[in-house]
């Protein structure tokens, strides 16, 4: 079963609504899907409550957790630890940064200051990370992404090589935006022998560490 734990909607830039994207995650056999869709300071209230929403909503009909999280995107470094509290305090199950991909221009610092807050669950396709951001992402609980999505992918060795020398677990998501961007889990494994991955530590990457996030996020919800 697949756990998914980055996803974009009409509510960002993503071509489904909700409700059809977890139906079609659901014909792939997925255990697990957030809703992450792009969020700042304007708009992280809406998205959250859209989450929490469609999460009771859904909840009743279909067997899919569903997390009601948001990606943190494109925001001055500075303000994602502010940012992110104030997305925990709101409700929000799971805090995703829209790390420094290579082929974007995300602002330098991003992934350092993502990876001061406890409030931030994964950074996303975080490119060439330093060795500081790499132990404060493990003394923080922060897992790493190894992304399927074109271009932010290019970096997936590097991330992987990082989460290796730091400990840091690491989890395989697609960046959903269209239909065509969610994978099976046969195709995940794909992804993490790509870059690299031993089958232990795809077996980590799809099994045990998304359980493992679950429980956090559970926890911190209690």
Known sequence: MRHEFHTHTIYSDGELLPSEL????????????ALTDHGDISNYKELIQMGLETKKELKKYWD??????????????KSIPKIAKKCKDEGV?????????????????????????????ILAHGGLIDDETGKNLKE???????TSRKGHSLSN????N???????????????????DLI???????????????????????IDNPLKLLDKIKNKIK
């Open 140 to 146: 923080n609980d922060i897992y790493l992404e190894i």
């Open 157 to 160: 060795g590097h991330v992987l």
């Open 184 to 206: 099976s889990f046969e195709f995940a494994e794909k992804v993490g022998f790509g870059c690299g991955m031993t089958q232990d530590e795809v077996k980590k990457s799809l």
């Open 22 to 33: 977890v139906r079609r995650a659901i014909a792939l056999k997925h255990k697990t899907i």
């Open 93 to 121: 199950e799971l805090v995703v940064v829209h790390g420094e991909t290579l082929v974007e221009p995300v602002e330098e610092k991003t992934n350092y200051y993502s990876s001061l807050s406890e409030d931030v669950d």
């Open 64 to 77: 899919i957790e569903v997390i009601a999280g948001i990606e943190l995107t494109h925001i001055p470094p």
């Open 162 to 180: 990082v989460a290796r020398k730091y400990n840091i677990p690491t989890v395989i998501n697609t960046d959903s935006h269209a239909p065509s």
